[in-house]
Protein backbone atom coordinates (compact mmCIF):
# COMPACT_ATOMS: atom_id res chain seq x y z
CA UNK A 1 0.00 0.00 0.00
CA UNK A 2 1.33 3.25 -1.26
CA UNK A 3 1.73 6.19 1.25
CA UNK A 4 -1.42 8.62 1.80
CA UNK A 5 -1.14 11.82 -0.75
CA UNK A 6 -2.92 14.98 0.68
CA UNK A 7 -6.45 14.89 -1.19
CA UNK A 8 -6.60 18.08 -4.08
CA UNK A 9 -7.92 21.12 -2.41
CA UNK A 10 -8.15 18.94 0.96
CA UNK A 11 -7.66 21.80 3.01
CA UNK A 12 -10.51 23.60 1.81
CA UNK A 13 -12.74 20.47 1.97
CA UNK A 14 -11.37 19.26 5.54
CA UNK A 15 -13.62 20.74 8.25
CA UNK A 16 -17.14 20.21 6.17
CA UNK A 17 -16.02 16.35 5.88
CA UNK A 18 -15.05 16.47 9.11
CA UNK A 19 -18.50 17.27 10.59
CA UNK A 20 -20.19 14.75 7.96
CA UNK A 21 -18.22 11.74 9.01
CA UNK A 22 -18.20 12.59 12.85
CA UNK A 23 -21.61 14.70 13.33
CA UNK A 24 -23.18 12.00 15.91
CA UNK A 25 -19.75 11.41 17.24
CA UNK A 26 -19.16 15.50 18.13
CA UNK A 27 -22.58 15.56 18.83
CA UNK A 28 -22.24 13.20 21.82
CA UNK A 29 -18.80 14.88 22.72
CA UNK A 30 -20.19 18.49 22.86
CA UNK A 31 -22.92 16.87 25.20
CA UNK A 32 -20.64 15.24 27.40
CA UNK A 33 -18.55 18.76 27.56
CA UNK A 34 -21.74 20.69 28.40
CA UNK A 35 -23.00 18.47 31.19
CA UNK A 36 -19.68 18.08 32.67
CA UNK A 37 -18.92 22.10 32.95
CA UNK A 38 -22.42 22.96 33.50
CA UNK A 39 -22.26 24.93 37.46
CA UNK A 40 -25.27 25.96 39.46
CA UNK A 41 -22.92 29.11 40.33
CA UNK A 42 -24.09 32.06 37.75
CA UNK A 43 -20.65 33.06 37.71
CA UNK A 44 -19.13 30.15 37.34
CA UNK A 45 -22.05 29.51 34.60
CA UNK A 46 -21.53 32.71 32.51
CA UNK A 47 -17.44 32.28 32.04
CA UNK A 48 -18.03 28.51 30.80
CA UNK A 49 -20.91 29.63 28.61
CA UNK A 50 -18.27 32.02 27.29
CA UNK A 51 -15.75 29.03 26.20
CA UNK A 52 -18.46 27.64 23.81
CA UNK A 53 -17.28 31.26 21.34
CA UNK A 54 -13.53 29.39 21.76
CA UNK A 55 -15.14 26.48 19.80
CA UNK A 56 -12.93 26.18 16.78
CA UNK A 57 -12.22 22.54 14.86
CA UNK A 58 -12.38 20.58 17.56
CA UNK A 59 -9.39 19.06 16.16
CA UNK A 60 -8.17 17.18 19.12
CA UNK A 61 -11.42 15.42 19.64
CA UNK A 62 -11.33 14.79 16.05
CA UNK A 63 -8.24 13.50 15.83
CA UNK A 64 -9.47 11.22 19.06
CA UNK A 65 -12.35 9.83 16.70
CA UNK A 66 -10.60 9.64 13.30
CA UNK A 67 -8.06 7.08 14.45
CA UNK A 68 -10.90 4.95 15.93
CA UNK A 69 -12.38 4.66 12.85
CA UNK A 70 -9.45 4.56 10.84
CA UNK A 71 -8.33 1.97 12.93
CA UNK A 72 -11.43 0.04 13.94
CA UNK A 73 -14.54 1.62 15.63
CA UNK A 74 -15.56 4.41 17.96
CA UNK A 75 -16.71 3.01 22.09
CA UNK A 76 -18.25 5.11 24.66
CA UNK A 77 -14.84 5.71 25.90
CA UNK A 78 -13.37 7.83 22.98
CA UNK A 79 -16.36 10.33 23.51
CA UNK A 80 -15.17 10.80 27.22
CA UNK A 81 -11.39 11.11 25.88
CA UNK A 82 -12.29 12.98 23.71
CA UNK A 83 -14.00 15.23 25.90
CA UNK A 84 -11.13 15.12 28.31
CA UNK A 85 -8.71 16.29 25.82
CA UNK A 86 -10.66 19.10 24.28
CA UNK A 87 -11.23 20.28 28.23
CA UNK A 88 -7.24 20.26 28.29
CA UNK A 89 -6.50 22.02 24.89
CA UNK A 90 -8.61 24.74 26.47
CA UNK A 91 -7.31 25.07 29.77
CA UNK A 92 -3.88 25.84 27.62
CA UNK A 93 -5.76 28.50 25.58
CA UNK A 94 -6.96 30.41 28.69
CA UNK A 95 -3.88 29.95 30.84
CA UNK A 96 -1.70 31.17 26.82
CA UNK A 97 -3.92 34.00 27.19
CA UNK A 98 -2.59 35.44 30.37
CA UNK A 99 1.05 34.50 29.76
CA UNK A 100 0.51 36.64 26.24
CA UNK A 101 -1.55 39.27 27.68
CA UNK A 102 -4.20 37.96 24.65
CA UNK A 103 -7.62 40.22 24.41
CA UNK A 104 -8.86 38.82 21.55
CA UNK A 105 -9.62 34.72 20.06
CA UNK A 106 -12.12 33.71 17.96
CA UNK A 107 -13.51 37.28 17.44
CA UNK A 108 -14.23 37.80 20.87
CA UNK A 109 -12.69 38.95 24.32
CA UNK A 110 -10.57 36.90 26.05
CA UNK A 111 -11.82 35.14 29.67
CA UNK A 112 -8.91 37.31 31.09
CA UNK A 113 -9.37 40.44 29.19
CA UNK A 114 -13.11 40.22 30.36
CA UNK A 115 -12.51 39.03 33.90
CA UNK A 116 -9.07 39.65 34.76
CA UNK A 117 -6.08 37.56 35.13
CA UNK A 118 -6.86 35.52 38.52
CA UNK A 119 -10.25 34.51 37.23
CA UNK A 120 -8.74 32.75 33.90
CA UNK A 121 -6.05 31.12 35.79
CA UNK A 122 -8.46 29.46 38.13
CA UNK A 123 -10.69 28.57 35.20
CA UNK A 124 -7.70 27.10 33.90
CA UNK A 125 -7.34 25.23 36.32
CA UNK A 126 -11.16 23.78 36.87
CA UNK A 127 -10.80 22.87 33.60
CA UNK A 128 -7.83 20.57 33.74
CA UNK A 129 -9.05 19.17 37.26
CA UNK A 130 -12.38 18.29 35.33
CA UNK A 131 -10.77 16.57 32.26
CA UNK A 132 -8.91 14.33 34.99
CA UNK A 133 -12.18 13.70 36.91
CA UNK A 134 -13.84 12.77 33.78
CA UNK A 135 -11.02 10.62 32.52
CA UNK A 136 -11.07 8.68 35.75
CA UNK A 137 -14.29 7.34 34.27
CA UNK A 138 -12.41 5.18 31.68
CA UNK A 139 -9.85 3.74 33.06
CA UNK A 140 -6.52 4.04 35.19
CA UNK A 141 -4.05 3.70 31.96
CA UNK A 142 -6.43 6.89 30.42
CA UNK A 143 -5.39 8.86 33.24
CA UNK A 144 -1.77 7.70 32.87
CA UNK A 145 -1.50 8.80 29.26
CA UNK A 146 -3.70 11.79 29.30
CA UNK A 147 -1.16 12.48 32.46
CA UNK A 148 1.69 12.10 31.26
CA UNK A 149 1.11 14.11 27.82
CA UNK A 150 -0.34 16.93 29.61
CA UNK A 151 2.76 17.08 31.87
CA UNK A 152 4.52 17.25 28.65
CA UNK A 153 2.53 20.39 27.78
CA UNK A 154 3.38 22.26 31.12
CA UNK A 155 7.24 21.47 30.95
CA UNK A 156 7.35 22.41 27.27
CA UNK A 157 5.31 25.99 28.10
CA UNK A 158 7.83 26.38 31.22
CA UNK A 159 10.36 25.77 28.56
CA UNK A 160 9.20 28.30 26.54
CA UNK A 161 8.63 31.09 28.99
CA UNK A 162 12.32 30.09 30.50
CA UNK A 163 13.82 30.74 26.65
CA UNK A 164 11.71 34.31 26.30
CA UNK A 165 14.75 36.75 25.16
CA UNK A 166 17.45 34.34 24.27
CA UNK A 167 17.82 34.98 20.69
CA UNK A 168 20.42 32.28 20.24
CA UNK A 169 17.88 29.67 20.90
CA UNK A 170 18.87 27.14 18.06
CA UNK A 171 15.89 25.22 15.88
CA UNK A 172 16.59 22.28 17.47
CA UNK A 173 15.34 23.86 21.17
CA UNK A 174 12.81 25.64 19.16
CA UNK A 175 11.32 21.54 18.03
CA UNK A 176 11.73 20.62 21.47
CA UNK A 177 9.59 23.21 22.77
CA UNK A 178 6.64 23.07 20.23
CA UNK A 179 6.90 18.96 20.37
CA UNK A 180 6.58 19.39 24.45
CA UNK A 181 3.88 22.12 24.04
CA UNK A 182 2.15 21.37 20.77
CA UNK A 183 2.82 18.10 19.72
CA UNK A 184 2.57 16.15 22.39
CA UNK A 185 -0.99 16.61 23.26
CA UNK A 186 -1.83 15.58 19.85
CA UNK A 187 0.05 12.19 19.56
CA UNK A 188 -1.70 11.61 22.73
CA UNK A 189 -5.10 12.12 20.81
CA UNK A 190 -4.43 9.70 18.20
CA UNK A 191 -3.06 6.92 20.51
CA UNK A 192 -6.03 7.15 22.51
CA UNK A 193 -7.75 6.75 19.47
CA UNK A 194 -6.73 3.77 18.33
CA UNK A 195 -5.56 2.05 21.83
CA UNK A 196 -9.19 2.00 22.96
CA UNK A 197 -10.32 0.83 19.37
CA UNK A 198 -8.39 -1.96 19.79
CA UNK A 199 -6.11 -1.59 17.19
CA UNK A 200 -2.41 -3.42 17.16
CA UNK A 201 0.37 -1.79 18.37
CA UNK A 202 2.20 -1.02 15.49
CA UNK A 203 -0.51 0.74 14.42
CA UNK A 204 -1.15 2.85 17.61
CA UNK A 205 2.30 3.66 17.75
CA UNK A 206 2.49 4.66 14.01
CA UNK A 207 -1.11 7.04 14.24
CA UNK A 208 0.56 8.34 17.73
CA UNK A 209 3.78 9.47 15.12
CA UNK A 210 1.49 10.97 12.93
CA UNK A 211 -0.02 12.96 15.63
CA UNK A 212 3.35 14.50 16.82
CA UNK A 213 4.18 15.28 13.19
CA UNK A 214 0.98 16.62 12.73
CA UNK A 215 1.12 18.69 15.72
CA UNK A 216 4.53 20.11 14.83
CA UNK A 217 3.75 21.46 11.39
CA UNK A 218 0.61 22.35 12.70
CA UNK A 219 2.80 25.19 15.58
CA UNK A 220 4.94 25.69 12.69
CA UNK A 221 2.20 27.54 10.51
CA UNK A 222 0.68 29.16 13.92
CA UNK A 223 3.62 30.71 14.77
CA UNK A 224 3.74 32.13 10.72
CA UNK A 225 0.34 33.27 11.51
CA UNK A 226 1.57 35.07 14.87
CA UNK A 227 3.81 37.15 12.24
CA UNK A 228 2.13 37.19 8.80
CA UNK A 229 -1.69 36.83 10.05
CA UNK A 230 -4.44 39.12 9.73
CA UNK A 231 -6.37 39.50 13.18
CA UNK A 232 -9.60 39.84 11.29
CA UNK A 233 -9.07 36.16 10.02
CA UNK A 234 -7.64 35.07 12.64
CA UNK A 235 -9.47 36.39 15.06
CA UNK A 236 -7.17 36.53 17.64
CA UNK A 237 -4.43 38.81 19.28
CA UNK A 238 -1.30 38.16 17.03
CA UNK A 239 2.48 39.45 17.06
CA UNK A 240 2.23 38.01 20.56
CA UNK A 241 5.09 35.86 20.31
CA UNK A 242 7.04 38.74 19.22
CA UNK A 243 6.06 41.36 22.04
CA UNK A 244 7.34 37.98 24.45
CA UNK A 245 10.41 37.78 22.38
CA UNK A 246 9.88 34.24 21.80
CA UNK A 247 12.06 32.70 19.33
CA UNK A 248 9.90 31.18 16.40
CA UNK A 249 11.47 29.22 13.76
CA UNK A 250 11.31 32.13 10.97
CA UNK A 251 13.68 34.37 13.69
CA UNK A 252 15.99 31.73 14.60
CA UNK A 253 16.72 31.32 10.71
CA UNK A 254 16.97 34.60 9.88
CA UNK A 255 19.64 35.32 12.25
CA UNK A 256 21.62 32.58 11.27
CA UNK A 257 21.00 33.84 7.89
CA UNK A 258 21.53 37.40 7.62
CA UNK A 259 24.79 39.21 7.08
CA UNK A 260 26.11 40.47 9.92
CA UNK A 261 24.46 44.01 10.21
CA UNK A 262 21.25 42.52 8.96
CA UNK A 263 21.20 40.30 11.86
CA UNK A 264 22.12 42.84 14.45
CA UNK A 265 19.38 44.44 12.97
CA UNK A 266 17.15 42.08 13.31
CA UNK A 267 17.63 42.02 16.89
CA UNK A 268 17.32 45.60 17.56
CA UNK A 269 13.97 45.20 16.14
CA UNK A 270 12.55 42.08 17.83
CA UNK A 271 14.10 43.55 21.68
CA UNK A 272 13.84 47.65 21.13
CA UNK A 273 11.83 48.72 18.23
CA UNK A 274 7.62 48.97 18.82
CA UNK A 275 5.53 48.55 15.88
CA UNK A 276 7.97 47.54 14.07
CA UNK A 277 6.42 44.72 12.56
CA UNK A 278 6.70 45.88 8.84
CA UNK A 279 10.49 46.19 9.31
CA UNK A 280 10.39 43.21 10.59
CA UNK A 281 9.08 41.27 7.49
CA UNK A 282 11.48 42.70 5.20
CA UNK A 283 14.49 41.01 6.70
CA UNK A 284 12.65 38.01 6.96
CA UNK A 285 11.22 38.16 3.43
CA UNK A 286 15.61 38.99 2.35
CA UNK A 287 16.59 35.83 4.56
CA UNK A 288 13.89 33.46 2.80
CA UNK A 289 12.91 32.64 6.66
CA UNK A 290 9.15 32.84 5.85
CA UNK A 291 9.68 30.43 3.00
CA UNK A 292 12.03 28.49 5.00
CA UNK A 293 9.47 27.98 8.01
CA UNK A 294 6.72 27.00 4.96
CA UNK A 295 8.91 24.31 4.00
CA UNK A 296 9.92 22.92 7.00
CA UNK A 297 6.02 22.36 8.18
CA UNK A 298 5.90 21.16 4.74
CA UNK A 299 7.87 18.28 5.71
CA UNK A 300 6.97 17.33 8.70
CA UNK A 301 2.71 17.35 7.53
CA UNK A 302 4.99 15.18 4.79
CA UNK A 303 6.14 12.75 7.77
CA UNK A 304 2.46 12.86 9.10
CA UNK A 305 0.85 11.14 6.12
CA UNK A 306 3.75 8.80 6.09
CA UNK A 307 2.66 7.56 9.13
CA UNK A 308 -0.83 6.16 7.51
CA UNK A 309 0.41 3.83 4.77
CA UNK A 310 -0.63 0.63 7.04
CA UNK A 311 -4.51 1.72 7.75
CA UNK A 312 -7.19 0.19 5.26
CA UNK A 313 -8.08 3.08 2.48
CA UNK A 314 -11.28 4.56 4.22
CA UNK A 315 -12.90 7.76 4.22
CA UNK A 316 -11.18 8.01 7.69
CA UNK A 317 -7.38 7.72 6.67
CA UNK A 318 -8.34 10.27 3.64
CA UNK A 319 -9.53 12.80 6.38
CA UNK A 320 -6.41 12.48 8.51
CA UNK A 321 -4.25 12.29 5.37
CA UNK A 322 -6.12 15.95 4.15
CA UNK A 323 -5.72 17.54 7.71
CA UNK A 324 -1.97 17.35 7.35
CA UNK A 325 -2.32 19.98 4.54
CA UNK A 326 -5.26 21.48 6.13
CA UNK A 327 -2.91 22.52 9.25
CA UNK A 328 -0.37 24.35 6.94
CA UNK A 329 -2.74 26.28 4.91
CA UNK A 330 -5.23 27.23 7.02
CA UNK A 331 -5.44 31.21 7.86
CA UNK A 332 -7.43 30.99 11.31
Same mark, same amino acid.
Given at each position: ???????K???????????????????????????????????????????? !????????? $??????A? $??????? @? !?????? $????? !?????????V???????????????????????? *?????????? !???????????A??????????????H???????????? $????????????? *???????? &?? =???????????? =???????? &??????????????? *????? &???? &?????????? =????? @???? =????????????????????????????K?????????????????????????P????????????????????
Amino acid at each position: MGVAQPAKNGSLKTVGRLSLLLGPDLAEVERILSRKLHSAKPHVARLTAHLQ !HYRGKRLRP $ALVLLSAR $ASGSVEP @A !HHVLAA $AVEMI !HTATLVHDDVLDGASLRRHVVTINAGWGNPTSVL *LGDMLFSQAF !HLTSTVDARACALIGEATNRVCEGELHQVSQSGNLSLSE $ADYFDIIDGKTAE *LTSCCCRL &GA =LYANAPTDTVER =LAEYGRYL &GMAFQIADDLLDLTG *LEEAT &GKTL &GTDLDQQKMT =LPLIH @ALRE =LSASDAERLRSLITRTPDATGDLLSLLRKSGSLTYARHRAEQFAAQARSNLDLLPDSEFRDVLSDLTEWCIRRET
